[in-house]
């Protein structure tokens, strides 16, 4: 790390939406970022090094994990924002469907999480941020297996802090509200919608619709996020 860099920061998901926000916020903010993205994106013209990593793979997480620590020598921040949605019925999504929103939005961040704080503990200093949701806190018809996968974040993170926290270094959620990116054109929806929840997915979409339309911007959740990355003594949540 050179004398200007306030650190080295690995935030996953920076192709679109929060990431790339954030990446761009963090690296505005002084820090040495890289971002990953499942496809081969170029580095980015304000300085941001882009590497190839699917968050579903322990392969490929372990690699990204290798090359920030050959390239930099350290990883003082991570962001686990790498997320995906699936909407629909409690029973119309089937357990692969089910599955893949765990491999991702849960897995995804402990494989990551497993991969860093062995660095972080080397250092005796790391912050790990990782992104839940509002729907991590409040029940919502018609996500029930989306809200499962930011209710099991919110319980890890939690628990992991008090692990890790006398080693100098701090697990914080970020509990975004509904946000304007394109996480809503890629959402799953069922295999196999059921008649019998017509009209709440009916609700849900419109309400869907219309919340994103009026949500924050991802700039919010990436300010949010840069605080969280430099305060002193941060709390373990962000709402
Ligand atoms: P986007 O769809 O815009 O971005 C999602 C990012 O995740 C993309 O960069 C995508 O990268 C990456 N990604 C998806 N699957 C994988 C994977 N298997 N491995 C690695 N990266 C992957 O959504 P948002 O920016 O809105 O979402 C970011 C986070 O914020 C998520 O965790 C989401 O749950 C959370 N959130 C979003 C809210 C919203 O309203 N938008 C509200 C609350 C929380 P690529 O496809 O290039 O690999």
């Known amino acids: ?43 980015t013209a304000d300085g941001i090094a882009m590497l190839i990593c699917d968050v579903s793979s322990d392969a490929s997480v372990q690699g990204v ?5 050959s390239r930099a020598g350290r990883i ?46 080397r250092q005796r200093r790391g912050r790990i941020v990782n992104l839940s949701s509002i729907l991590g806190l409040i029940p919502a018809p018609y996500n029930a297996l989306y809200a499962s996968t930011k209710h099991a974040i919110e319980g890890y993170s939690e628990s992991l802090d008090h692990e890790v926290r006398t080693q100098g270094i701090r697990i ?31 609700n849900a979409e419109k309400l869907m619709r219309e919340n994103v339309a009026k949500g924050d911007s991802p700039q919010v959740v990436a300010d949010a996020i840069v605080r969280v990355a430099n305060a002193t003594s941060p709390k373990r949540r962000y709402t």
Not at 2 to 29: M, N, W
Not at 98 to 113: C, L, Q, S
Request: hydrophobic letters at 40%.
């Open 1 to 43: 790390m050179s004398k200007t860099e306030r650190g080295i920061a690995l935030v996953t998901g920076a192709s679109s939406g929060i990431g790339l926000v954030t990446a761009q916020a963090l690296r505005r903010d002084g820090y040495r970022v890289f971002g990953t993205s499942r496809r081969p994106m170029p580095d």
């Open 65 to 69: 994990v290798d090359e920030v620590l």
């Open 76 to 121: 003082d921040l991570l962001v686990n924002n790498a997320g995906i949605g699936l909407l629909g019925g409690a029973e119309e999504s089937t357990t692969t469907q089910a599955k893949a929103v765990f491999d991702v939005n849960v897995f995804g961040v402990i494989r990551m999480t497993n991969a860093v704080l062995p660095v972080m503990r």
């Open 172 to 202: 914080v959620l970020v509990e975004p509200g509904l946000t304007r990116t394109s996480f809503e054109e890629n959402i799953t929806r069922p295999d196999r919608p059921l008649a019998l929840y017509d009209t709440v997915r009916a």
